[in-house]
């Protein structure tokens, strides 16, 4: 009995993750996600607003074309969701329901998943199943599952560990070796030793920024980044706002930490901070509400930035914004179509990086002449990555030892320096390291 794997995508672009194995009459999926480039022309601050049908959004490339396992379907046990992010778990109201089967996922992202579906009016059938790390479940007769906690740039991320008759498969789509997390737990390289010595017959893992030949640094540098710009630069009359992504729930409470130490009124702006923050409150992870002020809908927002315009000085606000997007609090601030006016020394602080796809580069870049034009300081790449670089694969690869490595999360040119490293290591192109492309299925003996 072999392992047929489908890279259904994010094997041909950077997002709308989607793969399936199937070993016998077993299929288990992992991750339903949107390309968030052409989901930014659709959406206003991460809430989709569409009336489009699923087969009109899979002709639009914003969700993944699952026509290729139509004849798995029948025999889909599980969805499996590892982590909270868009480009992961964005397609689920649109193509959850074609599966008769239960969706797993962590508490943050099962609650972001019902708070999306909330967002967009739509419901599914599907039940949901909250698995925390190192609870096991079985998903059918021969096929068991179990979570390992892993740091990201979203908490409550997950190493998907299956215990199948061909060996373990790990599924590992996004996500970094931080040993020194600033909130959750770091890697349990304990059981991934021992899951390692017990034989991994697959690894599919992120491959993102394989080509970066370094080892990816801690969230704890990027706190310390953040620090010295929020606290080494004097700044007592401006406004100092900080943009970053709304699920970076470490990040925010860092932002919190500093903003608390200048002595200014902290306040978000934005639905898309008020989801995730309010998903992370609903699970008991953080409680920010005490100390900040959060402001959601069209008006607040408003009144709050007419208030913020009398005395900027006394305030820090935190935003979307980060990529550019058209329809974000930061670009509607700047092109005035929210109601304050910046003033020169005003500070924008991007703790974040740029998202490597045109339309994200074209944005930020639109975004920054304007700031420049209004004489607003700004600090770019106040960030650490969410994933791993190639020193990390290198470690996870001599941890895990598995037999077959699937590349994931980008385009041939985010694939390939990883299944180059992978030959450096020892394996061979197409026989146990395998490059695919959206629709292509590999049987792994």
């Known amino acids: 009995m072999a392992i047929e794997f489908c890279a259904i995508g994010g094997y041909s672009e950077v997002g709308m993750n989607m793969c399936a194995f199937k070993i016998g009459n ?207 630069i004097e700044n007592k009359t401006n406004l100092v706002i900080v943009t970053t992504f709304a699920s970076h729930i470490a990040r925010l409470k860092s932002i919190i930490e500093f903003g608390k130490k200048m002595d200014r009124k902290i306040v978000f702006l934005g639905r898309s901070m008020n989801k995730y923050i309010g998903a992370a409150e609903n699970i008991k992870m953080v409680n920010f509400t005490k100390d900040v002020e959060m402001m959601r809908y069209g008006e607040q927002v408003r009144k709050k930035l007419r208030e913020i315009q009398k005395n900027p000085g006394k305030y820090l606000v935190i935003c979307t914004g980060h990529q550019g997007e058209p329809r974000s609090i930061l670009t509607r601030m700047v092109t005035k179509d929210l109601p304050y006016e910046f003033s020169p020394g005003d500070q924008v602080i991007f703790a974040c990086k740029t998202i490597p796809a045109p339309i994200n580069i074209a944005n930020r870049a639109a975004l920054e002449i304007k700031l420049k034009q209004k004489g607003i300081r700004f600090f770019k790449d106040i960030h650490t990555s969410g994933h791993l670089a190639r020193e990390d694969h290198h470690d996870l690869i001599k941890i895990l030892k598995p037999k077959h490595i699937i590349p994931a999360q980008g385009d041939i040119t985010k694939l390939l320096p990883l299944a180059d490293l992978a030959e450096e290591m020892g394996y061979v192109r197409e026989k146990d390291v395998h490059v695919l492309h959206n629709g292509e299925i590999a049987i792994l003996d």
């Open 26 to 232: 077993d299929v288990i999926i992992c991750d339903m996600g949107f390309f968030l480039p052409d989901v930014i022309k659709l959406q206003d601050e991460e809430v989709v607003k569409t009336s489009l049908t699923r087969e009109e959004l899979i002709h639009l490339h914003v969700i993944p074309n699952d026509e290729i396992i139509k004849e798995w379907r029948p025999l889909v046990k599980a969805i499996i969701l590892p982590h909270c992010h868009l480009d992961h778990i964005g397609a689920v109201p649109y193509l959850a329901e074609f599966y008769d089967c239960p969706i797993y996922g962590s508490p943050y992202t099962i609650e972001i998943l019902k708070s999306n579906l909330r967002d967009e009016g739509l419901k599914i059938p599907n039940k949901f199943k909250v698995i925390h790390a190192k609870e096991k479940v079985k998903l059918s007769k021969d096929i068991n599952f179990e979570f390992s906690a892993i740091p990201h740039s979203t908490p409550d991320t997950m190493l998907a560990i299956f215990h199948t008759p061909e060996g373990v498969i790990i599924y590992g789509n996004d996500f970094k070796l931080d040993n020194n997390p600033t909130l959750g737990s770091k890697p349990d390289y304990k059981l991934m030793k021992e899951i390692g010595e017990e034989g991994v017959k697959l690894l599919i893992v992120d491959a993102l920024y394989s080509y970066e030949e370094i080892k990816t640094p801690s969230e704890l540098v990027a706190k310390e980044m953040l620090k010295d710009v929020m606290l080494g």
